[in-house]
T-cell receptor
Framework: DQQVKQNSPSLSVQEGRISILNCDYT??????FLWYKKYPAEGPTFLIS?????DKNEDGRFTVFLNKSAKHLSLHIVPSQPGDSAVYFC?????????????FGTGTRLQVFP | EPEVTQTPSHQVTQMGQEVILRCVPI?????FYWYRQILGQKVEFLVS????????KSEIFDDQFSVERPDGSNFTLKIRSTKLEDSAMYFC??????????FGPGTRLTVT
């Protein structure tokens, strides 16, 4: 039951270039989406979120795009930095706020090389 | 910056034994969660807790699991009789409800 899918298990990007991480979902009840970053031996750290009433949210180098009709969201990191190397999880919830459980994707390992 | 803390960082136990994983959520948070991640798999929701009772639980959270908030600060996950397949990273999370869920660093549970 993969309601949230990240089809690329890994991505390698040169420093300074754009990183694009993709996420697809199947449950049309999802209305709030988040990206978390995870380093080894640490818990997930919140990066950025987007509500279904928006199609774009930007925070510094990070931008999340939501295409509701395609049930697709993406995270853009520009410019990419070596410190961005981590596993990125897409997550979704159906409550429209932060109290509902999060359904996570399988993650994409991003490696940013010099 | 306030953070969610979890103890122990690593717990090794024998099959059939009881374990208690402990979490201290951020002090003004009202909603609490346990998630787990089996090695190589995605992070999965176990249970949510609000106002001293379980709000929602997943199919994974069977009768062997229980949660408790014994005082104003701790939030615990108990597994009564551990199985090999309970081996995973267990993450505690909390939120005020108006911001994102903050995750702790996790407890690695190894059942032998």
């Amino acid at each position: 039951d993969q309601q949230v899918k990240q089809n690329s298990p890994s991505l390698s990007v040169q420093e300074g270039r754009i990183s694009i991480l993709n996420c697809d979902y199947t449950n049309s009840m999802f209305d709030y989406f988040l990206w978390y970053k995870k380093y080894p031996a640490e818990g997930p750290t919140f990066l950025i979120s987007i509500s279904s009433i928006k199609d774009k949210n930007e925070d510094g180098r990070f931008t999340v795009f939501l295409n509701k009709s395609a049930k697709h969201l993406s995270l853009h990191i520009v410019p990419s930095q070596p410190g961005d190397s981590a596993v990125y999880f897409c997550a979704a919830s159906a409550s429209g706020d932060n109290t509902d459980k999060l359904i996570f994707g399988t993650g994409t390992r991003l490696q940013v090389f010099p | 910056e306030p953070e969610v803390t979890q103890t122990p960082s690593h717990q090794v136990t024998q099959m059939g034994q009881e374990v208690i994983l402990r979490c201290v959520p951020i002090s003004n948070h009202l909603y609490f969660y346990w998630y787990r991640q089996i090695l190589g798999q995605k992070v999965e929701f176990l249970v949510s807790f609000y106002n001293n009772e379980i709000s929602e639980k997943s199919e994974i959270f069977d009768d062997q699991f229980s949660v408790e908030r014994p005082d104003g600060s701790n939030f615990t996950l108990k597994i009564r009789s551990t199985k090999l397949e309970d081996s995973a990273m267990y993450f505690c999370a909390s939120t005020t409800g108006f911001d994102e869920q903050y995750f702790g660093p996790g407890t690695r549970l190894t059942v032998t």
